[in-house]
């Protein structure tokens, strides 16, 4: 005879506003000593792509190994002063502001223009290129800052629901799904035992042996980092890559990304460090498009981290007011000279969800360490000369904590209804799919599918198109706006009246609480 079930135990989970289980939420914070070592951590997790972008960016440019390792400090340096303006006066949530890989098709169009042919010195060129960067950066700055300061993207934010927000929040993190397993696999030998360990001493370990602190989980990044880098340079000084292919060496040797020997001891960035600024109307457009498309992929970044960060849904005021910040921090980046527009560091939103811990103070020392070791360069470089598939498997778990996010925001929705179904299914297909079209386009041809007589114009629907998150938001939120619009059971199903009262910032008393401005602020720079 089958065991009866208890009648609770049929019972779906109850619908949370604020994630439980959470050790720490954005006002509470651990102990000092704590709070620096796990913003040492949110350090080591945002290194990887600060070193990534310079890398892809900076020999295109003519620039060599001291270019990058300067790029790289840079970058550095105004990370750090936007994570901390972004903690303080942006959204107030958890998040490292980092650089942004959808900017990387706008540099690169800027850096392969023909007017810099003219510069045969490397040197000359890796500069004039970095001064016209900085132009279109610091011009395409305004459309962010108009859009977050003027009110504009909280109207965007007002209508998401939680069906439409799912699939743009999801994808931020799977979107960058090549940037995982792929980059792990350029070392097998040393990325796999890293992705291993990580999730032995993260999920595992702290289930079989129970401590009186949660050593293991708090601090997986860091003792998984450690062993093995260990063990990546035991094997470079053993001889273990000496007769391997160069690209092998390059991935697998902890000697080999030429950032220790450029780097300086101590130089602190300033701005207009590369010249005066130069500026072009297409290199603007183009910049404006990215800005764009990294606005819609910060927003689900910040959706995310309020989950992971046990804070109710943020306002659309609040989500606006980043939104002029990362516009600030934008014109920072053309002003100090990065090559990189900025966006929410999606891996560190995941290192939020494995820490459990969503302090602000430990967001604040991670940023406090980026201005350090960006000063002292040769200390920064031993650090960000970690091996690339290291960073791999660290980003497989960490972009994975953040698509989850995305799915954690259809316990609102109705899974039963057809229409939930269809606009969830088609706008999360067609987010993978149109980008892969756009993507195998250049890889096959060398250039994008859109074919105007305008190369910025063709330039600006590939950084759109090839955006996961943006592709996704865009369909999802059209539909949910469009489909069955007027039926009864429409507003319960996308999961409308669960964040109305967060519509606006009085309508519920947490708000306060959670992302209002220090120091008295907010009395003058009210939210509405």
Not at 123 to 138: N, P, T, V, Y
Not at 275 to 303: N, R
Not at 321 to 333: D, E, I, P
Not at 365 to 384: D, N, Q, R
Request: hydrophobic share 50%; with cysteine.
């Amino acid at each position: 005879m089958a065991p009866q079930v208890k009648a609770d135990e049929l019972v779906p989970h109850p619908v949370k506003d604020q994630l439980p289980g959470v050790d720490y939420c954005v006002n509470s914070n651990p102990s000092w000593p704590e709070a620096i070592i796990l913003g040492f951590q949110h350090y080591i997790v945002m290194l990887g792509t600060t070193v990534i972008i310079p890398t892809i960016i900076v020999p295109q440019m003519g620039g060599g190994n001291e270019e990058k390792a300067q790029v790289i400090q840079t970058l550095l340096f105004v990370a750090g002063l936007n994570t901390l303006l972004q903690s303080l006066f942006g959204t107030r949530l958890p998040v490292v502001i980092g650089g942004s890989f959808t900017f990387i098709i706008p540099a690169t169009f800027v850096a392969s223009s023909s007017r810099y042919n003219t510069y045969l010195d490397p040197r000359e060129r890796f500069i004039h290129s970095m001064r016209g960067m900085q132009g279109a950066l610091m011009i395409a700055s305004i459309l962010p800052i108009l859009i977050g300061f003027l009110g504009l993207w909280r109207i965007v934010i007002r209508v998401l629901s939680p069906l439409s927000a799912a699939p743009p929040v999801f994808l931020v993190g799977l979107g960058l799904y090549t940037q995982g397993f792929p980059l792990l696999a350029e070392c097998v030998e040393i990325g796999l035992p890293g992705l291993i360990i990580l999730l032995l001493l993260s999920q595992y370990i702290p289930h079989m042996w129970k401590l009186k602190r949660p050593i293991f989980e708090r601090f997986a990044v860091l003792l998984s980092v450690a062993i093995v880098w260990a063990y990546a340079a035991l094997l470079t000084v053993t001889g273990a890559y000496n007769n391997r292919p160069p690209q092998t060496q390059f991935s697998c040797r902890v000697d080999r990304s030429g950032v220790i020997s450029g780097a300086s001891w101590i130089k602190v960035p300033y701005p207009w460090q590369w010249g005066a600024p130069k500026v072009d109307a297409g290199d603007v457009f183009v910049m404006m498009a990215a800005a764009l498309v990294s606005l819609v992929e910060s927003t689900g970044a910040f959706i995310a981290a309020a989950r992971y960060g046990s804070v109710t849904h943020t306002p659309g005021s609040v989500i606006s007011r980043g939104a002029g910040w990362l516009g600030l921090g934008l014109l920072l980046s053309g002003l100090w000279g990065t090559a990189s527009g900025f966006t929410v560091s999606v891996e560190n939103v995941g290192l939020v969800a494995m820490t459990r811990v969503g302090s602000r103070r430990v967001i604040q020392m991670s940023a406090i360490f980026m201005l350090f070791f960006s000063v002292l360069g040769k200390f920064g470089a031993v650090l960000a000369s970690i091996p690339l598939p290291i960073v791999g498997a660290l980003y497989s778990v960490m972009f994975a904590f953040m698509s989850s996010a995305g799915l954690g925001l259809l316990q609102f929705c109705n899974l039963n209804s057809f229409r939930t179904k269809f606009i969830l299914g088609l706008s999360i297909y067609l987010g993978f799919s149109v980008p892969q079209y756009f993507n195998g386009y250049v890889i096959t041809t060398g250039d994008g599918p859109v074919r105007s007589g305008s190369a910025w114009f063709n330039k600006i629907m590939q950084v759109i198109f090839t955006s996961p998150a943006t592709v996704a938001g865009i369909v999802a939120l059209f539909l949910d706006l469009t489909l069955a619009r007027e039926h009864v059971n429409t507003k319960k199903d996308s999961g409308r009246h669960w964040w109305a009262k967060f519509k606006h910032f009085d309508n519920d008393p947490r708000s306060e609480e959670f992302y209002s401005l220090p120091y008295g602020l907010s009395k003058y720079f009210p939210s509405v």
